[in-house]
Nanobody, 126 residues
Framework: QVQLLESGGGSVQAGGSLRLSCVAS????????MGWFRQAPGKEREGVGTTFIRAGSDYYADSVKGRFTISQDKPKNTIYLQMNSLKPEDTAMYYC???????????????????WGQGTQVTVSS
């Protein structure tokens, strides 16, 4: 079992920044990637970024490329999503996810995601 706990969401004006955190606990030996998704009201969940734990490489959606950055703190089992130059269209519930080849429910950015956090709300006002 893997548990993911997000934090860091909030309200910010357009052009501002936020940093989301995701702390992982538990263990899935097939996990080699983690990432962030978001879902706005009335829209489908969409991928934001994926990070590959061993390779250290990242993949981002075109809509956030150059503005958002994922980083890892392996000793703390934590990944971060640094969000800069935020836009009103970035408003959504943001979810942390971890890869799992045993129970994958969504594939995006080269990662088979199977563990999900509860989400943290990000609201960007114009």
């Amino acid at each position: 079992q893997v548990q993911l706990l997000e934090s860091g969401g909030g309200s910010v004006q357009a052009g501002g920044s936020l940093r989301l955190s995701c702390v992982a606990s538990g263990y899935d030996y097939t996990t080699d990637c983690m990432g962030w998704f978001r879902q706005a009201p009335g829209k489908e969940r969409e991928g934001v970024g994926t990070t590959f734990i061993r390779a250290g490489s990242d993949y981002y959606a075109d809509s956030v490329k150059g503005r958002f950055t994922i980083s890892q703190d392996k000793p703390k089992n934590t990944i971060y999503l640094q969000m800069n130059s935020l836009k009103p269209e970035d408003t959504a519930m943001y979810y942390c996810a971890a890869g799992s080849r045993l129970r994958a429910t969504m594939t995006w950015g080269g990662c088979d995601f199977g563990w999900w956090g509860q989400g943290t709300q990000v609201t960007v006002s114009s």
